[in-house]
């Protein structure tokens, strides 16, 4: 019994491996699982089931337990799995075999149950399927639908038949579910459904069968009727009805798909080649004569026309309808046809050969011929100038042997017009075909001139020569020689007159023409006259004149390799040798400085005799030879001096013999002191013989210098050198004879000298005793007789001291003692000092004396205090040991008492000092005096004891000053309101007289400043002589600042009403207030015509009745609030007028009846119009919206212009709404049915429909393949995928073969791009998609989920977008053409936040850095969603009442709201936004319709409403309780590679992976490896700057690697091995293009010193491609309008320039950096003036933003007038964008001077891509495309990187403009300017030269001087400052004097006054050496 169970349980176990093991063969999904874990269950009981045949063994038993329980598990799977598969039931016949499997699987009852009850389903949905089948039937019946490339009958046979065998597919699931349940409710339905519809399917086929063959019957007829040909305006198309071709179509497809139709329809069929063969031959007939007549050129069409004629005769008959396509005759016809089109092409080949080999080979021929001779260069100017004559002369053999060869060829055309008898071909046709070849001969000629001269030019200029790069480079032109004048080198010939010989020889060039006689046929007709006249050939002429006229530069470069020779005729050679001497040099620097000249000389005779200096050989003999003499003249010129100091040495040397010689006689002395002499004498021998070897050397080395020099000095002087030392000898001997005398004869002499010394000791003594006597008595007598007696005793004691010096000398020469004589000395001392305080009494008292006589009216009282400082000090510097002495004290007593009354003399002196204060003095004193001018004097004053009332005396000046000062203040105030008038001007639109705004306030203000002084004057205690008139004025000026005050509301309120009711449809819309208002412009007028006649504003003010005001003033307070009232009606009906201020809301109700003038607003209120369509008439209407992709788009429904304006602008917001919606509609009902094909033709994404429609249609297919896919059984999903993917590639590839084209052939390619940029964005989100798709279900993968899908909803016939769950209907606002964004991961992840932010009813904030896109991001999700997104760049200027018109505007216009830098509004207006915001918000919750805004006042609310806000995160934070209401996202880094990479791939870049990742390394490597500069971006800014430009460059290169079809002949075809090496090369382009740009870009905006940093890198990442060097036509330009203006054009600058027109090109803000001095001004005035001789217009309005206040800049509200004063930076901004600057020029906005932060950042939406400048009156300010903004800068420290990212920088260093080219501008413009300034050429050049030689020089020798004490100076500061004083000086000297005479003088006054100002105390004496060493005396 255990066994048999055990058997039992094995059983069952087999039976369940059966059972999974046919699970496991049948394709079930899902069943690998499931067998899978059967497997695992079946693998645990063998392994634990031990032996399965013991059946004592309890351990299977357990293991079958546990089987038992896992198959129970794998049962519920399997019914899971059951009904999953059931669930859903899509093909009934695949549900049938699903269901017959598992019964013919599964064994288990209950699982057979299960499948069993799902009979019923399949049974259910078997007769809902042919239910469903009937219905659709029903509903095609009248219009089916149809199959590609099929006719609708066929259609309908094919749609029965398509249902017929999907009826026969369910037979058999029917009859089996028969026989099985015969009688079953289900299955009886079923089949009564069949045959229903069945019945339906044969009766819808017969019918529409019936039907087409009695309507086909009667189109076959039609193929009898004719013509065969019609005429479509001029040409000719074959014809054969279109009705027939169908009928025959559809029979053909009817037989092939079965249907019996009648014989006459295959008789038709079986004739139906036939008339298509002869189709196709009229066909070719027509095409071949179309090819001919439009490859037929102009000139032939006249003369052929009876060729043309007669195949038109030809092709007559078949417009008439007798010929048919049935006629007989129609192969006669095609014939005749061809007979007369191969006459016309005979003749047409004929004459191809005559003007290709004959005619076109001698025109070839004139345009390659020379009509210059250069073949014996190089010429001299005579040589040159004859060769020319010859050759000219030779010409007209040629010109004229051409000319006839052409004229014979025209001849041979008109031989080859086959021409019937008599026939005569028309004269003005034959003149016609003359006419052109002469055109063509005039065109060759204007070649070969223009050839000719470029030759001449190419040969001036080597550098463009084609062989300049040659080894061997072309001989030179000219030969001329270089001479040496007084005035320096000279070339002869002039290189002037080598210029004229090049002007005569290109007007010989030219000339050459008027040799060429004149045709037969043309008489008139001249070739010179054209050639004369081209503008080529005077553009050639005018490009050699320019290259002619630098000729000389270049000489003169090469001249200046001879500038070191400058000073040797420059310099002034005797200053030289001056300064040379006063060094006091030696022999040897004698020596040094010679042979240094010497060496001069040598390298002088060593110059070549000739060199070359292209165009010129430079003949060098006679200069060389003129520098010879220079160098010998400089070699004299020191040797002069020489020579004269060796004179002067050797008559020293001699007169010291002579001397010595004459004093050394014995035998003449006879007194003391001749014997003196003669000891004297003895000794100096005896002392100068071991110096005179000494001083005999320099004597011999200076003469033998000057031998060594060959000096030409006397022999004499030689002798005289050679016999010096014997003569030295002979003066010794005659020294030793006189030693002997003196020891001799000394005795005698000695004696005589000590009696002398005693008797002068004698008669000191008595002096003294005399000298003391009378000292001692001085002070008893007088002091000037005291004086008189002085004076006596100074010639005796001047005598005595003479003799004491003499006996002196005598004892030291015998060596006696000599004792000093103290009396004498001190006598001498004492005299000294009474002779000087005795003549400083005198002067005391006499100075005394004079001041106390002087009259009060004469009194110098500063002289007089002047004079006695000086006897003061005198005094003080006497000794003090005098003040025993009487004088003294009497001298001190004088001082002291002048001393202490000057200066209250100097307060009695003053003005304010009057008779009545004198008086008051007198009372004080005690005194009376005369007060007449004439005798009251200063000894009055001193006797009146001032000293003892002092006090007194400066209390009485004190109140004097003061009255004095309120008297003269009072005075200026009254003078001045006695005669101050009110001004007044004329109203701006004539309105009438008004008070002038700035005069007015000024007025008032100054009322208020003089109330305040005169109440401060009542003040003072010193008024009461003023009081009473003070206090009147006081009155009089209060009244008038009142009335003055209201005068100025009541006109300012006025001058607004006025301007609303003076016309337009206003007054008529508010009649009563219009009525009011002319009462009170009637009392108005009159108060002013009573104010023009007053004399004053205070005598009006106060004199006049002006009661009036404050009525005035009320009524237009009246006025004013009815007409805001009138304003906010407007706005309510147009809600988008919110957005504009209220000046031009007033200006568009004033022009509402003309609709044209309201066009010009449209772009401030619709996104993306630029323009409408109106139609002419009384009632205009608008029909078609225009924006900037060239895509015009027509209204479903015109919208007219009748009128209020803001109705019919809301009529246009709704027409533009629905009109958008049919168009998107039409397209997805299009979409929908091209879905289901394999392909999809691209031309569909870039069809004629608005770009944002085509952007949408492929976001709606790509949803739908992507949709298909992902939800795809698990079987068919991998072919769907693939599917999906091959779709996308497919209309890629499409797509960008397309854009290429578009490329070439220049069309708009905009709206391409925009399409490309989604399609790259949606294919690599499928492929992302694709990578995680095995992951879990893929319909709600999170990859997919996040994604913003477009739908099409059918049933609410919209379109919807998805993202997460949040999901939005489409808005269908016109955005007209907007660049697309580039959507990256961030792009996603901030489109989550502000869906989920909408889907919340919060408003969505973007927090990142400058340049991270945020603002573009809300702007592309407005654009996504079909909303106008309104942006508001926000600043400190934003106040609580603007913001809240601009939310009321947003909340009943359900528009987007942008607010861009959010955080830079007042922290207290945040605060009032937040409860704004609130408020909108908790209504939106609500879904109220209407809600209560914070100002109190109803609203509509459109729940489409929402705000964004763009945040930097360096600002100021915003409030918290601001911060809830938004859902914030991070934008920080934006994936700069995909942007790169979906941009490039867009604009049709084959490599724009790669080339992605190599542009991103390079711009971070520059980031991390250039220096950190203030102005340098490498952000997203200037990545899509760069992507710009390259697309530009790219259009521009395309042509040269595709031909355009029209270069394609019969002949050569464009085959698909070119096409590939296009390709190929299109690809190396690619990188060559881009890598250019970069370089083009970035180059301008670095420093000198990171340019080879960034060009390494650079050339590192793009290893192959290279710099390319283009010829840039900009460069020669500005080079040319450089010179003409005066300026040096320094290469590095122009190509500056250069880059600065580039670079605006690409970007419409710049900013122009460098410090000052590097010409940045002057670039932009030299670029402009290059423009406007191109003929590009351009006006320059120039502002210095940092002299004007950041609220003067852009506007505000006027707190006087209460009204909006447009700022000065706004004015010119409308100046610049209005529409008439358009249409005339373009506008340059250019800001020189610092940035600010304040106002800069206001400017950022204008420097992005908004270009809107928003005020905060609510002005949104659009920028023309032809305006630039451009910044002028030193530096940039204030700006920040938003600022620095949204601007093209290109920045000026200093090595760009070396400060010798400024000054060489200067000079210059001094140049220019000398027929005003009368300044000689030949001083220009003197001047100009000798700076250039000593400014470097003078700079480097003190240089260090002046930057120590001022680091910011530079030479370019103070040289350019020394040239232009020079320029000026001279110009100004020039009116009065010769400057030839001083203009060195000049020069060295400049350079040492700018210099010196700035150099240190060593600094002025380096420049006073070097001035004086080189400056003429």
């Known amino acids: 019994e255990l066994f048999w169970k055990r058997v039992g349980k094995l059983r069952s176990v087999f039976g369940i491996m059966r059972q999974f093991g046919l699970l496991a063969t049948r394709n079930i999904p899902g069943t690998p699982s499931i067998v899978d874990r059967y497997k695992s269950t079946l693998y645990q009981l063998r392994t634990n089931g031990g032996d399965v045949l013991d059946s004592t063994s309890i351990a299977f038993d357990k293991a079958y337990v546990v089987y038992t329980q896992g198959v129970s598990e794998l049962d519920t799977s399997i019914k899971v799995l059951i009904n999953n598969a059931f669930e859903r039931i899509t093909d009934i016949n695949k549900a049938s075999v699903l269901l017959k499997n598992f019964l013919e699987i599964l064994t288990e009852p209950s699982l057979r149950a299960e499948v069993s009850k799902k009979r019923h389903l399949i049974l259910e949905h078997l007769t809902s399927g042919i239910i469903s089948m009937g219905k659709t039937l029903e509903a095609t019946k009248a219009k089916p639908p149809g199959f590609r490339n099929s006719l609708q009958i066929s259609a309908a046979v094919g749609w029965s038949r398509l249902l017929g065998a999907k009826l026969t597919s369910y037979v058999a699931v029917l009859k089996k579910e028969q026989e099985l349940d015969p009688n079953g409710k289900t299955v009886r339905q079923a089949v009564m459904a069949y045959n229903k519809v069945f019945k339906q399917v044969v009766e819808f086929e017969t019918v529409w069968v019936t039907a087409w063959v ?121 014939s005749t046809a061809y007979s007369a089109l191969s006459s016309l092409t005979n003749v047409m080949h004929h004459i191809q050969v005559i003007t290709s080999d004959w005619i076109g080979q001698t025109l070839s021929t004139v345009g390659s011929a020379v009509l210059v001779d250069v073949s014996a260069m190089p010429y001299g100017l005579e040589g040159f100038a004859n060769a020319q004559v010859e050759h000219v002369e030779k010409q007209p053999h040629f010109v004229g042997k051409w000319s006839g060869t052409i004229e014979k060829g025209c001849l041979a055309i008109v031989d080859v017009i086959p021409k019937a008898e008599d026939e005569v071909i028309d004269k003005g046709d034959v003149e016609g075909l003359f006419a052109y070849f002469h055109r063509q001969l005039c065109r060759e000629m204007i070649r070969s001139t223009c050839k000719s001269l470029d030759v001449l030019r190419k040969l001036l200029s080597p550098r463009d020569h084609p062989s300049a790069f040659l080894t061997k480079r072309p001989p030179p032109l000219f030969t001329t020689a270089l001479h040496l004048t007084p005035q320096g080198p000279k070339l002869t010939p002039p290189p002037d007159d080598f210029k004229r010989s090049l002007s005569q020889c290109g007007a010989g060039i030219i000339s050459i023409s008027s040799t060429m006689p004149p045709w037969a046929s043309l008489p008139t007709a001249s070739v010179f006259e054209e050639v004369s006249k081209s503008r080529e050939v005077m553009k050639k002429l005018f490009k050699l004149t320019g290259a002619a006229a630098t000729i000389d530069t270049r000489l003169t470069r090469h001249l200046k390799r001879y500038s070191k020779y400058d000073h040797l005729w420059k310099v002034s050679k005797e200053a030289v040798i001056k300064a040379f001497l006063a060094t006091n040099p030696t022999v040897e620097q004698y020596e040094e400085t010679l042979s240094h000249y010497a060496l001069l000389l040598k390298q002088v005779k060593a110059l070549p005799d000739k060199v070359i200096v292209s165009p010129f050989v430079l003949e060098l003999g006679e200069f060389k030879g003129g520098l010879v003499g220079h160098v010998n003249m400089w070699i004299a010129g020191y040797l002069t001096p020489l020579h004269a100091r060796a004179q002067r040495m050797l008559q020293e040397i001699c007169a010291m013999l002579d001397s010595l010689r004459s004093k050394l006689k014995p035998d003449h002395v006879e007194t003391l002191q001749d014997f003196s002499t003669l000891v004297a004498a003895t000794n100096q021998v005896r002392e100068r013989a071991s110096t005179v070897d000494h001083d005999l050397y320099p004597i011999d080395c200076h003469y033998k210098l000057l031998e ?43 004696k005589e000298l000590v009696l002398d010394i005693q008797r002068f000791g004698v008669e000191v003594i008595i002096f003294t005793n005399r000298f003391q006597m009378f000292t001692a008595t001085i002070d008893q007598i007088r002091a000037q007789d005291a004086l008189e007696r002085l004076r006596k005793y100074e010639y005796t004691i001047k005598d005595m001291i003479k003799r004491l010096f003499q006996l002196h000398a005598g ?31 005198i002067e005391v008292a006499e100075e005394e004396e004079a001041f106390s006589c002087t009259l009060w009216s004469d009194v110098n009282l500063a002289k ?42 100097k307060l009695l002196s003053q003005t304010c000092i009057h008779r009545r204060h004198w008086t008051r003095l007198m009372d004080m004193c005690g005194q009376q005096w005369s007060l007449q001018e004439d005798s009251f004097r200063i000894k009055d004053l001193l006797r009146a004891d001032l000293l003892s009332i002092r006090d007194a005396v400066e209390e009485l000046v004190l109140c004097a000053t003061k009255e004095a000062h309120i008297e003269a203040h009072l005075s200026r105030i009254t003078a001045q309101w006695k005669s101050r008038q009110l001004v007044f001007m004329k109203h701006p639109k004539g309105w009438g007289d008004i008070l002038k705004g700035d005069d007015a306030y000024s007025v008032k203000d100054a009322l208020e400043e003089s109330q305040v002084q005169l109440s401060s004057l009542l003040t003072s205690r010193h008024i009461d002589a003023f009081k009473e008139e003070t206090k009147l004025w006081v009155v009089k000026l209060a009244t008038t600042s009142e009335t003055l005050a209201l005068w100025l509301e009541v006109q300012a309120a006025w001058m607004h009403i006025e301007a609303v009711f003076s016309g337009g449809s206003i007054p008529i819309q508010m009649p009563e207030e219009a009525r009011r208002f002319a009462t009170i412009d009637q009392q108005w007028s009159k108060v002013m015509a009573r104010a023009k006649q007053s004399e004053s504003v205070v005598q009006f003010c106060c004199g006049t009745d002006l009661s009036v005001l404050p009525s005035l003033s009320e009524q237009l307070g009246e006025c004013q609030r009815k007409l805001s009232v009138f304003l906010e009606q407007k706005r309510t009906l147009f809600p988008r007028l919110y957005f504009v201020s209220e000046n031009i809301l007033l200006e568009i109700l004033a022009q509402a009846s003309q609709a044209s003038s309201i066009t010009a607003f449209l772009p401030t209120v619709f996104d993306g119009l630029t323009g409408v369509c109106i139609s002419e008439g009384a009632h205009p209407t608008i029909t078609v919206l225009e924006s900037a992709d060239n895509k015009p788009v027509r209204l479903s429904n015109a919208v007219a212009c009748d009128g209020d304006v803001e109705v019919w602008l809301e009529k246009l917001r709704l027409e533009i709404y629905h009109t958008m919606h049919d168009l998107l509609r039409s397209a997805a009902a299009e979409l929908s ?39 795809a059984p698990r079987g068919e999903q991998r072919k769907a995928v693939q599917d999906c993917t091959r779709r996308l590639k497919d209309i890629m590839h499409a797509l960008i073969e397309s854009r290429r084209t578009q490329i070439h052939t220049k069309h708009s390619v905009d709206g391409h791009d925009s399409v490309l940029v989604c399609l790259v964005h949606l294919t690599e989100v499928w492929q992302n998609l694709c990578a995680v798709r095995n992951k879990e279900p893929l319909i709600n993968l999170w990859e997919w989920v996040r994604l913003v899908r477009v739908h099409w909803k059918a049933d609410g016939n919209t379109c919807v977008i998805r993202n997460v769950d949040a999901e939005l209907v489409y808005g269908y606002e016109y955005s007209g053409y907007k660049e697309q964004l580039v959507i990256t991961p961030l792009t996603d992840r901030c489109f ?59 909340v009943q216009s359900g528009d987007w709201g942008c607010f861009d830098e959010f955080n830079r509004i007042n922290r207290p207006v945040l605060s009032v936004m937040a409860s704004q915001l609130q408020c909108i918000q908790t209504a939106l919750k609500r879904r109220a319709l209407e809600f209560t805004f914070t100002d109190g006042r109803g609203a509509r609310l459109n729940s489409n409403v929402s705000v964004f806000v763009t945040m930097n995160p360096t600002q100021s934070a915003v409030p918290e309780n601001l911060r809830v209401l938004f859902r914030t996202v991070t934008m920080a880094y934006p994936d700069r590679r995909v942007i790169i990479k979906t941009k490039l791939a867009a604009m049709g870049f084959r490599e724009s992976a790669q080339l992605a990742r190599k542009f991103d390394v390079l711009y971070r490597l520059a980031e991390w490896q250039l220096t950190k500069q203030d102005h340098y971006d490498f952000g997203l800014r200037s990545i899509i700057a760069v992507i710009r430009t390259t697309k530009a460059a790219l259009e521009a290169t395309s042509d040269t690697l595709f031909p355009k079809e029209s270069q394609l002949t019969a002949a050569h075809t464009y085959s698909t091995l070119e096409k590939r090496k296009s390709v190929q090369a299109f690809i190396y382009v690619e990188e060559d293009t881009l890598v250019n740009v970069l370089r083009t870009v970035n180059i301008p905006k670095l420093v000198q010193e990171d340019i080879p940093v960034f060009k390494s890198l650079l050339a590192s990442i793009f290893p192959i491609s290279v710099e390319r060097v283009d010829s840039n036509e900009m460069i020669a330009a500005l080079t040319e309008t450089a010179t003409s203006l005066g300026l040096e054009p320094s290469r590095n600058w122009i190509q500056k320039a250069g880059q600065f027109y580039t670079t605006k090109l690409a970007r419409h803000g710049l900013l122009l950096a460098g410090p000052a001095g590097v010409g940045k001004t002057k670039l932009l005035d030299m670029l402009l003036t290059t423009l406007q001789q191109w003929g590009e217009k351009h006006k320059e309005l120039r502002l210095n933003p940092r002299a004007v206040a950041s609220s003067l800049m852009f506007g505000f509200v006027n707190p006087k007038s209460n009204e909006w004063d447009c700022g000065i930076f706004a004015s010119l901004w409308k100046r610049a964008n209005s529409n008439d600057s358009l249409k005339t020029h373009s506008s340059w906005i250019v ?127 103070i040289l350019c400052k020394a040239a232009t004083d020079i320029c000026a000086i001279l110009q100004h000297l020039q009116r009065t004097i010769d400057v030839s005479e001083c203009y060195e003088t000049v020069l060295w006054s400049c350079l040492s006054s700018s210099l010196g100002h700035m150099a240190s105390t060593t600094g002025k004496a380096v420049i006073r050496d070097y001035i004086t060493a080189h400056a003429p005396l």
């Not at 999700?1421 to 939310?1447: E, H, P």
Request: aromatic share 8%; hydrophobic share 40%; with cysteine.
């Open 811 to 841: 004892a030291k020469l015998f060596s006696l003692p000599f004792e000093r004589q103290p009396l004498l000395e001190d006598c001498e001392a004492e005299f000294k000092l009474l002779l000087s305080v005795y003549e400083l009494r």
């Open 1233 to 1271: 049915l091209l879905h289901s094909s394999d392909s999809i033709d691209p031309n569909l994404f870039i069809s004629e429909r608005p770009t944002q429609i085509n952007v949408i249609i492929l976001q709606l297919l790509w949803t739908m393949d992507v949709y298909s896919a992902l939800s």
């Open 708 to 750: 060594a020099y060959k000096f030409n000095f006397t022999s004499t002087e030689g002798y005289i050198v050679s016999d010096l030392r014997y003569r030295w000898r002979k003066i010794q001997a005659l020294s030793r004879a006189s030693s002997d005398y003196i020891s001799r004869v000394q005795l005698f002499f000695r």
């Open 1791 to 1917: 800001c020189d001077g610092p940035i600010n932060q304040d106002w800069i950042e206001n400017l950022n939406s204008v420097m992005d891509d908004n270009k809107v400048l928003t005020l905060s009156n609510g002005d949104r300010l659009a920028m023309l495309s032809s305006t630039r903004l451009i910044f002028e800068v030193e530096e940039m420290l204030n700006t920040s990187p938003a600022t620095v990212s949204r601007v093209g920088i290109v920045y000026l260093s200093e090595a760009e403009l070396p400060w010798w080219d400024v000054c060489k501008a200067v000079f210059n413009s001094l140049w220019n300017s000398t027929e005003v300034c009368g300044v000689p050429h030949d001083v220009l050049d003197e001047v100009e030269s000798m700076f250039f030689t000593h400014a470097e020089t003078l700079w480097n020798e003190c240089a260090g001087l002046i930057h120590r004490n001022l680091p910011g100076v530079t030479p370019r500061h």
């Open 214 to 334: 009695e309507g086909a019957r009667q189109d076959l007829e039609k193929v009898k009727c004719g013509p065969v040909l019609v005429k479509d305006g001029r040409s000719l198309h074959v014809w054969i009805d279109e009705d027939y071709v169908v009928a025959v179509s559809a029979a053909r497809q009817l037989t092939i798909m079965g249907v019996d139709i009648p014989k006459e329809f295959h008789t038709a069929l079986a004739l139906h080649p036939t008339v298509t063969r002869h189709k196709q031959e009229l066909q070719d007939v027509l095409a071949t004569y179309k090819a001919t007549l439009s490859a037929m050129p102009s000139y032939l069409t006249a003369i052929t026309r009876s060729l043309t004629t007669t195949v038109d005769a030809s092709l007559e008959p078949g417009t008439t309808p007798s010929l048919t396509w049935a006629s007989t005759g129609l192969p006669h016809f095609i």
């Open 1392 to 1450: 989550i936040t502000m869906f989920q932010a909408l889907n919340q009813h919060l408003g969505g904030a973007a927090i990142g850095p400058a340049g991270t896109g945020k603002t573009e991001t809300i702007k592309e999700l407005g654009r996504v969603c079909g909303r106008f997104v309104v942006v508001f760049n926000c600043s400190n200027y934003m106040d609580s009442k603007g913001l809240g018109r601009i939310f009321r505007g947003l």
């Open 864 to 905: 007089t205090h002047t004079k006695l400082i000086r006897l003061t000090n005198a005094y003080k510097m006497l000794p003090t040991k005098l003040e025993e002495r009487k004088v003294y004290s009497e001298i001190k007593d004088i001082l002291n008492s002048l001393q202490t009354h000057i200066p209250l003399l």
